[in-house]
């Protein structure tokens, strides 16, 4: 979080601390969850802390000048922000490149760049509803959507700021009460607006500016009501003892099931703005553990520590072959976080914190030159990044002894005795088929937020016989196989998937980034498939999606029945308009993302597959088969676990690309097998 200065020509000890507390909080959040399950409050520490020094410094330049000079503000904010943001965000240019799959690269770059120009909490945003963007690696530049959020903030701030001082002067009101009114108003329609988002839907709702405007208003608010009132040193104490023990209360009990920032947010947000007002001092035993010498270092480094801490902890387990859950690797993620941080605020944060005489125009030239230097090295490893899965994927076209599935019922093959497997772990997220809009075609997968059914075509138009698959991505992943099988029996094979959505009529949940909410786009989407699948009237429709799903605030499979209903009221449609209906059964779950585990050193096949007992679960799909016995099921259990494992390599090739999607290599050694249950069918 930004360490903005503090207010005018005095230091506050209490700040300093306060900063502590926060990046305290975030740290012991990210490293060892369980012990601060509402850790994750410090951010909102930092935003009122913001909030406050920020609208202080420019209602005193209001009040002294009568305006803002915009030019030196957002010099002080480049200054004081952008040496020390880039050179994280080139640390961890290069860290990716040392030490990320390569299948991981183009993310970070996109990354990258909206960290340089403060956009990623809008890239967040959009993720969240990207279907590529499903079980993808942790990002190392995850926290940067912070930064973001408050940069946005000191963007239109000081304009409004600006903006109603003239008004105010031209109809003669107050300069503070004018700001209060109208600041306070944009900080209600915030909160309110936080509120709705949390419950609606909070996934975005977490990470936009506009649910976040209004924690850092209530620093601004307090910053302009603040001189005109004043408090005896008990009611002073007392009110800062309460306001870090709700802040501490928030930290303890608050947990990322939450719906946040909404009305929760209210108690570690008017936490920290009761202990920033006490301004309490060394006098205070509360003031004197503020200022005291370890909680006034750890607020100096914070704004560092904060940019350095996440980078450390998604980077340690590849360069140490370990994770942090433990106490000593959690104590050595802290210390490397925190000797990063010392040399940051001490070679970056102080060489660039105070203006030059005389200078204008140099931290612009400053913010443009590493503005620069991090687009270069985001286009380099967004390049790299594909022309090594290029070269990867070439090469795996020529390579033998890899026959995947076909091991399992010709006994005249094998795989290769090297013990080698494709497609090479580091490749494998991108081993994803055309359907995700790679090699030349465009993606043909709906997203979350369409309702609009987008289809991806295979075979001969108007081919001997016409099929559809409907489903999730667990219908995408098939799609490499029935493009084979397309080709190969002259048939025309249509893919309708859309992102994380059954083919149901049962009004789903959808859940991302622990927030769940109703997911209607799915429900509309369903109905229009079968109104195109009625039309069409295909030879055979094939359903296939995850055993996961659930209703609304649900968890997968405690109304497996209820979605399976739903799946036959849409199926029986079908079925009375003379067409038939298969289901594919489930696709097996490991319990780890499989290229990570095998990317480990001293993985083995052995290690990173998961039990029958665990990786097996019916579904949605059995059920609705177990109602129906007219949908045909179509078995695939056993191409995927033998001798009660499912083994993550099976003849030489990667079964899956994280923990339950295909590999498009695998899938393609499954077509003859798939074929031929499909002219049974057929």
Not at 319 to 348: M, N, P
Not at 391 to 413: E, I, Y
Not at 464 to 483: M, N, Y
Request: glycine residues 8%; hydrophobic residues 45%; charged residues 15%.
């Amino acid at each position: 979080m930004s360490a903005v200065g503090v207010g005018a020509h005095t230091f506050r000890t209490d700040i300093q601390g306060m900063r502590a507390i926060a990046v305290g909080a975030v740290v012991v959040y990210h490293v060892w969850p369980a012990w601060l399950p509402g850790g994750y409050v410090g951010v909102d520490v930092f935003f009122v802390i913001s909030g406050y020094l920020i609208t202080g410094l420019l209602i005193r330049e209001l009040e002294r000048s009568g305006t803002i000079s915009l030019r030196d503000f957002y010099a002080r904010r480049i200054r004081r922000l952008l040496p020390a943001s880039s050179v994280t965000l080139l640390a961890v240019a290069a860290a990716t490149v040392a030490w990320m799959s390569v299948a991981d690269w183009r993310g970070v770059a996109t990354e990258l760049l909206a960290s340089a120009f403060y956009v990623q909490n809008l890239l967040l945003v959009q993720q969240q509803v990207d279907y590529l963007a499903v079980d993808a690696a942790p990002s190392p530049l995850l926290h940067f959507w912070t930064l973001s959020v408050e940069e946005q903030f000191y963007v239109f701030w000081p304009l409004l700021m600006v903006a109603m001082a003239v008004l105010g002067n031209r109809k003669s009101w107050p300069l503070r009460p004018t700001l209060l009114v109208s600041l306070g108003a944009v900080c209600a329609l915030s909160l309110g607006h936080a509120v709705h988002m949390s419950y609606v839907d909070p996934a975005p709702g977490y990470f936009i500016t506009t649910t976040r405007i209004w924690e850092l208003g209530v620093g601004a608010l307090l910053a302009l009501a603040a001189p005109s009132v004043g408090l005896a040193r008990l009611p002073r104490v007392v009110l800062g003892w309460a306001g870090l023990m709700a802040i501490v209360l928030s930290t303890v009990f608050y947990t990322h099931r939450l719906p946040f920032p909404g009305y929760e947010a209210l108690l570690p947000t008017l936490g920290a703005t009761a202990l920033l007002y006490a301004c309490l001092d060394r006098s205070d035993h509360l003031g004197a553990w503020l200022a005291s010498a370890p909680m006034q270092y750890l607020g100096s480094i914070s704004y560092s520590l904060y940019l350095w801490h996440w980078p450390v902890i998604v980077f340690y387990p590849s360069v140490s072959g370990r994770q942090h859950d433990t106490l000593q690797d959690g104590v050595l993620v802290v210390v490397v976080s925190l000797l990063c941080a010392h040399l940051s605020r001490e070679l970056v944060e102080e060489r660039f914190r105070k203006a030059r005489p005389g200078e204008v125009y140099r931290p612009y030239a400053i913010a443009g030159a590493l503005a620069l230097g991090v687009a270069m090295a985001s286009l380099w490893i967004s390049t790299e990044s594909d022309e090594r899965a290029h070269a990867a994927f070439q090469a795996m076209a020529t390579v033998s002894g890899h026959p995947g599935a076909m091991v399992l019922v010709r006994r005249d093959l094998a795989a290769s005795e090297d013990g080698g497997f494709i497609p090479a772990a580091d490749m494998a997220r991108l081993d994803r088929g055309s359907a995700y809009g790679i090699a030349g075609s465009s993606k043909c997968i709906g997203n979350v937020p369409s309702e609009k059914p987008v289809s991806c075509d295979y075979g001969t138009t108007g081919g001997t016989k016409r099929v559809f698959i409907v489903g999730d991505s667990h219908a995408v992943h098939w799609l490499p196989a029935l493009e084979l099988i397309a080709e190969n029996a002259n048939w025309q094979i249509t893919g309708l998937t859309k992102s994380s959505c059954a083919f149901t009529d049962e009004l789903l949940g959808f859940s991302n980034a622990g927030a769940s909410r109703e997911y209607v786009e799915c429900k509309i989407w369903g109905e229009r498939v079968l109104q195109q699948l009625l039309q069409e009237k295909p030879d055979l429709v094939i359903l296939s999606h995850s055993a996961r799903h659930a209703l609304p605030g649900g968890r997968p499979g405690a109304a497996d029945d209820v979605v399976a209903r739903g799946i036959l009221r849409h199926t029986k449609a079908l079925r009375e308009a003379g067409i038939k209906v298969a289901a594919i059964q489930h696709t097996p779950w490991q319990q780890q993302d499989v290229p990570r585990c095998m990317a480990r050193r001293g993985a083995s096949v052995e290690s990173c597959s998961a039990s029958e007992d665990v990786a097996i679960y019916p579904g949605t799909i059995a059920r609705a088969v177990a109602m129906d016995p007219s949908i045909e099921l179509i078995e695939t259990l056993p191409y995927f676990c033998q001798a009660g494992t499912c083994p993550v390599v099976i003849g030489g090739v990667l079964v899956y690309r994280d923990k339950h999607h295909l590999s498009a290599t695998y899938a393609k050694t499954l077509a003859p097998i798939l074929e031929r249950k499909l002219r049974e069918l057929l």
